[in-house]
């Protein structure tokens, strides 16, 4: 098993920046591929990004593509999300997720086994 928890969340105005991480510990990180989900107050939890487990293969939603880069850091057990040109509506609260890397990369949060507590990004006008 691997446990996960998120931090680097907070309030910030529309333009700026801010950068999550996901530290793990338990079970070696570099054996699962790693994805960030959100989800604001009256929605669905949906799929931000992720990143595979050698950091060879990334994919985003298209809400965020352009704005926003995943990475990680094996040796430190940490993965990152680097949020730029924050909008209104990415606040919600983002969530690191966890799958064994013998399994495919997937935008499904139903296809992931291990989740942090969450981290709270609010992103004002």
């Known amino acids: 098993q691997v446990q996960l928890v998120e931090s680097g969340g907070g309030l910030v105005q529309a333009g700026d920046s801010l950068r999550l991480s996901c530290a793990a510990s338990?079970?070696?990180?570099?054996?699962?591929?790693t994805g960030w989900f959100r989800q604001a107050p009256g929605k669905e939890r949906e799929f931000v990004s992720l990143?595979?487990?050698?950091?060879?293969?990334?994919a985003y939603a298209d809400s965020v593509k352009g704005r926003f880069t995943i990475s990680r850091d094996n040796a430190k057990n940490t993965v990152f999300l680097q949020m730029n040109s924050l909008k209104p509506e990415d606040t919600a609260i983002y969530y690191c997720a966890a799958r064994l890397k013998t399994l495919s990369t997937s935008t499904s949060r139903y296809t992931y086994d291990y989740w942090g507590q969450g981290t709270q990004v609010t992103v004002s006008s």
């Open positions: 990143i595979s487990w050698s950091g060879g293969s990334t």
């Open positions: 338990g079970r070696t990180f570099s054996s699962y591929n």
